[in-house]
Nanobody, 123 residues
Framework: QVQLVESGGGLVQAGGSLRLSCAVS????????MGWFRQAPGKEREFVST????????YYEDSVKGRFTISRDNAKNTVYLQMNSLKPEDTAVYYC????????????????WGQGTQVTVSS
């Protein structure tokens, strides 16, 4: 059974930074594409950033380009999202997801999801 556990969320002032982590167990992590998605109150869940199985291809939603960085450590079965220059509009629950096909496209088939971690950015 594949399990994804996010951590690292919290409350931060605008302009601050957070690093989210997602630990994956129950399958060969290195074969998965991985992604971060978020859902703000009253809005649909949206793509934030994804990465393929090897880390060689990364994708970012336009509003986070230059501020967020996705990375993965296949030895630790963990994917990260470094978030800098945070803005109040980044406030959301952030979800980690796994794509068993490994390609990690933003519109890929993310079959496994974590429970989410809250990120709140105050102005």
């Amino acid at each position: 059974q594949v399990q994804l556990v996010e951590s690292g969320g919290g409350l931060v002032q605008a302009g601050g930074s957070l690093r989210l982590s997602c630990a994956v167990s129950g399958h060969t992590f290195s074969s998965f594409g991985m992604g971060w998605f978020r859902q703000a109150p009253g809005k649909e869940r949206e793509f934030v950033s994804t990465v393929n199985w090897s880390g060689s291809s990364k994708y970012y939603e336009d509003s986070v380009k230059g501020r967020f960085t996705i990375s993965r450590d296949n030895a630790k079965n963990t994917v990260y999202l470094q978030m800098n220059s945070l803005k109040p509009e980044d406030t959301a629950v952030y979800y980690c997801a796994a794509d068993p096909l490994g390609v990690g496209f933003p519109n890929g088939l993310y079959q496994y999801w974590g429970q989410g971690t809250q990120v709140t950015v105050s102005s």
